[in-house]
């Protein structure tokens, strides 16, 4: 039997999201509260939800920094509540060591860092807790990071840089196994340098490592379709598709039951013409 938290990527699993910020681009402040968080929760586990991802520090571009204890108050208590109920793993979206250690000794099995273990003692500190890790490429912090990004070739230098900090993370002791990678869609990113990495996301799971992709109701939908946030639903879907027929196997989602139906036709065609190809 798997123990509380397990992750396993034998098929392609959604990532529901669960803000408990004030000020997250999408939801911030829906589930501030902790009933609030715990209700949402419940019902993305309901809907289908392979993981639920729980934020206390917006990213969002010119996002502001919040400090340790803020921080803590606002996902610990979450984790905890969710953990009294359900085996569901649960991942903790922080680049403070701190949060991490607390977060994973309150029932979190899964470190998901913006900043990919970058951060004062995240690294060694991830290290220790033995718990897989999601590493995501990000020009500059949310601050700043839209502010004219600029590469000779994103989708090579985003490769390269995952490169270096899986081997930075093997040489300070994490498994291979444990390791997740994420290109950071939206992170210190221009539309077309989206665009062209979501093309090229075939060359990221060809790195051996699993793959998440998080496009929910971010701008790059909006700027295409010329849409706002609450709108984006059909393009967001569109890509969590094509992000399983590339090869993704954890798909991070604002709306986890429309996203599990995709994931799990897409996948259920795809898994189809391996099963031919296997028999002749």
């Given at each position: 039997?798997?123990k509380p938290g397990t992750l396993t990527f034998e098929t392609p699993t959604v990532m529901g999201i669960?803000?408990?910020?004030?000020?997250?681009?999408?939801?911030?402040?829906?589930?501030?509260?902790?009933?609030?968080?715990?209700?949402?929760?419940?019902?993305?586990?309901?809907?289908?939800?392979?993981?639920?991802?729980?934020?206390?520090?917006?990213?969002?571009?010119?996002?502001?920094?919040?400090?340790?204890?803020?921080?803590?108050?606002?996902?610990?208590?979450?984790?905890?509540?969710?953990?009294?109920?359900?085996?569901?793993?649960?991942?903790?979206?922080?680049?403070?060591?701190?949060?991490?250690?607390?977060?994973?000794?309150?029932?979190?099995?899964?470190?998901?860092?913006?900043?990919?273990?970058?951060?004062?003692?995240?690294?060694?500190?991830?290290?220790?807790?033995?718990?897989?890790?999601?590493?995501?490429?990000?020009?500059?912090?949310?601050r700043n990071m839209q502010n004219a990004p600029r590469y000779q070739d994103v989708v090579s230098e985003?490769?390269?840089?995952?490169?270096?900090?899986?081997?930075?993370?093997?040489?300070?002791?994490?498994?291979?196994?444990?390791?997740?990678?994420?290109?950071?869609?939206?992170?210190?990113?221009?539309?077309?340098?989206?665009?062209?990495?979501?093309?090229h996301l075939d060359r990221f799971t060809a790195m051996g490592h699993p793959l998440l992709v998080g496009?929910?109701?971010?701008?790059?939908?909006?700027?295409?379709?010329?849409?706002?946030?609450?709108?984006?639903?059909?393009?967001?879907?569109?890509?969590?598709?094509?992000?399983?027929?590339?090869?993704?196997?954890?798909?991070?989602?604002?709306?986890?039951?429309?996203?599990?139906?995709?994931?799990?036709?897409?996948?259920?065609?795809?898994?189809?013409?391996?099963?031919?190809?296997?028999?002749?």
């Amino acid at each position: 039997m798997l123990k509380p938290g397990t992750l396993t990527f034998e098929t392609p699993t959604v990532m529901g999201i669960l803000n408990v910020t004030p000020d997250s681009f999408s939801d911030g402040g829906r589930y501030t509260s902790c009933e609030a968080a715990l209700q949402q929760a419940r019902q993305m586990i309901a809907e289908g939800a392979g993981i639920i991802d729980i934020g206390g520090e917006s990213t969002r571009p010119g996002a502001t920094a919040v400090g340790l204890d803020e921080e803590l108050q606002r996902v610990i208590p979450i984790i905890e509540a969710i953990r009294a109920e359900s085996d569901i793993p649960i991942s903790i979206d922080t680049s403070k060591a701190e949060v991490m250690a607390a977060a994973v000794g309150a029932g979190a099995s899964l470190i998901n860092d913006v900043r990919a273990l970058r951060d004062e003692d995240a690294l060694l500190g991830a290290a220790s807790l033995n718990v897989p890790v999601c590493l995501m490429h990000m020009q500059g912090q949310p601050r700043n990071m839209q502010n004219a990004p600029r590469y000779q070739d994103v989708v090579s230098e985003v490769m390269a840089f995952l490169q270096q900090r899986i081997e930075s993370c093997l040489a300070a002791g994490i498994a291979a196994e444990q390791i997740i990678l994420d290109p950071g869609f939206g992170f210190g990113k221009t539309l077309e340098q989206n665009l062209r990495l979501f093309r090229h996301l075939d060359r990221f799971t060809a790195m051996g490592h699993p793959l998440l992709v998080g496009v929910s109701r971010k701008s790059m939908i909006g700027d295409v379709l010329d849409v706002p946030v609450e709108q984006r639903l059909a393009g967001g879907l569109a890509l969590a598709g094509l992000a399983v027929w590339l090869g993704a196997k954890i798909i991070r989602a604002h709306d986890v039951q429309q996203t599990v139906h995709a994931v799990k036709m897409c996948h259920a065609v795809a898994q189809a013409g391996e099963d031919k190809e296997k028999k002749q």
